[in-house]
Every structure is written in structure tokens, then in C-alpha cells.
């Protein structure tokens, strides 16, 4: 098992090395260093909602997921 989950991992290391760099790299570093980021951050929680969305996200993809499985065993039987 751990032998598979290394050929997945490499794979994947060499998908990801053929991929370019992000565009977005520098004005993401350049957000680092505003000095009023932090109040901004206290004031609007924009951590937590990125949190909230991706859960959110991963939710509907199961759902969806769940459904076209019910769907293809619906139209099988």
C-alpha cells in the first residue's frame, strides 16, 4: 500500500513540476507587508470565510458525487 501511495505522490510531483509558477506569486507576497492587513483581518474575518467556503464547496461536490451514483444506479437497475 505504501508502495502505491509513493508512485501516486511522484506522480503527482511530476504533473505539478510541468505546471508554471503562479502569475498571481509577487501581488500575493506584496499583501504581506500592508501595515493595516491585521485591523482589516480583525474586522472581517477573511480567514475564517475562506475556511467556511472551501467546506462549503467540498459539501456540494459530495452531494453532487452521491447523486450522479444514485442516478447511475437508478438507470442500472
Do not use: Q
Not at 29 to 56: E, M, Q, R, S, T
Amino acid at each position: 500500500m505504501s508502495m502505491i501511495l509513493t508512485v501516486i505522490r511522484e506522480l503527482v510531483e511530476v504533473v505539478f513540476s510541468l505546471l508554471p509558477n503562479s502569475p498571481f506569486r509577487e501581488f500575493l507576497d506584496g499583501l504581506g507587508n500592508l501595515p493595516y492587513l491585521g485591523y482589516l483581518n480583525w474586522l472581517i474575518p477573511i480567514a475564517d470565510f475562506v475556511k467556511l467556503l472551501g467546506i462549503w464547496c467540498i459539501a456540494v461536490s459530495i452531494f453532487y458525487v452521491v447523486s450522479m451514483i444514485l442516478r447511475l444506479i437508478k438507470v442500472i437497475t
